[in-house]
């Protein structure tokens, strides 16, 4: 029989409790975030549960119950001598506004739609099969809008086109973009919002996705100088972008060589290749670590079965790291291929061909 290290099993289990802990959390507190229980308390100080209820027009019993997981997970504080409870300022940042760098609001709704297709995973994981983006509950699509969009509302304008070759100064002057992979448009909104002068086209071969970013554009009022298009990442029009962009998407498209290699036919000679891809080392022993751990989940559950169901179905997944990507670009011809930045989240790399 297997002897069994009784400490080593204690260690593992406690692992596994907190992990089941944090996994029927996330339905709560996507439950605070839809229905403002976080938002109601930013900012307020202390409160009790009954103020928390009727600021939200929500029952107090399932509040207090609510709360009390959060509490127990360190997300809001407790004071036992005045039963009241606080969201500390910090935690708010992330929990309650959806303009801060690190909202996790649209992280929750990823979480749920991940749990939706389980059925169409299981099935995939027998059969090799992929999974189309398209296949997902809409929620998916919302999320990963709400989850990305504070990232490159920080990061984007501010430190990554300023990182690549003269590409700002020509997006200040006047320059044709291709957002390829676009899906509800917040990256090519953010562009067009601080570059007035240029002219962006996002291109995704969702069309709800589409929709929902023609809305967005006419919101934010920059509909005269972006156009969205229903399109492949191999067939969308246009021959002489300054710049084309690709925002955590490559590692989803089923051949991302050939994406490469549309995008370096639909530059302009002197043009660039902006490829934003989740952070990534090059080897699985590098990535050992809580946020390498929930790339490899949403790449399993999302990223490679979206892969898997195009053509060439190469399944690069969201964690190929830089070496991987260096050798697609090399493969479609491209002459130049540098990191341009990071951060703790992304890598910003730059190719020319």
Not at 171 to 187: F, I, M, Q, T, Y
């Amino acid at each position: 029989m297997t002897t069994i290290d009784e400490g080593r099993l204690m260690e593992f289990m406690g692992r596994a409790v907190a992990d089941l802990s944090a996994a029927i959390s996330v339905e709560l507190m996507t439950i605070g975030d839809k229905l403002g229980l976080y938002k109601a308390m930013a900012g307020e100080g202390p409160m009790t549960s009954t103020q928390v209820a009727e600021r939200t027009d929500t029952s107090e019993r399932y509040v207090r119950e609510w709360l009390n997981n959060q509490v127990a997970g360190g997300y809001i504080l407790y004071d036992p001598a005045t039963g009241t409870y606080e969201l500390p300022a910090e935690h708010a940042f992330a929990l309650a506004d959806e303009n801060s760098p690190v909202f996790l609001g649209g992280a929750f709704d990823l979480m749920a739609a991940c749990w939706d297709s389980e059925d169409r995973i299981l099935n995939a994981f027998r059969t090799g099969e992929g999974v189309g983006w398209h296949e997902h509950h809409p929620r998916l699509f919302a999320g990963t809008e709400r989850f990305f969009r504070p990232g490159y509302k920080a990061n984007l304008t501010a430190a990554w086109i300023p990182s690549l070759e003269g590409v700002e100064q020509k997006l200040e002057d006047g320059a044709s973009v291709a957002d390829v992979g676009c899906g509800h448009g917040a990256s090519a909104i953010i562009m067009a919002e601080a570059y007035p002068n240029s002219r962006f086209v996002g291109f995704d071969y969702h069309d709800a996705s589409i929709d929902t970013a023609r809305k967005r554009a006419v919101e934010a009022g920059v509909a005269d100088r972006v156009q969205f298009d229903v399109a492949s990442a191999k067939e969308y029009a246009g021959n002489d972008y300054d710049l084309v962009c690709f925002f955590d998407c490559l590692h989803d498209m089923g051949d991302p060589v050939g994406a490469a290699a549309h995008a370096r036919q639909a530059l302009a000679p002197d043009g660039t290749i902006l490829l934003v891809e989740p952070y990534a080392n090059d080897s699985v022993e590098e990535n050992i670590n809580p946020v390498r751990r929930m790339f490899y989940g949403a790449s399993t559950l999302l990223c490679t079965p979206a892969s898997l169901s195009q053509e060439v179905g190469a399944a690069l997944g969201a964690q190929a790291g830089e070496e991987q990507l260096r050798q697609i670009f090399t493969d479609a011809g491209y002459r130049s291929f540098r990191r341009a930045t990071e951060t703790p989240f992304n890598l910003v790399l730059e190719a020319k061909p």
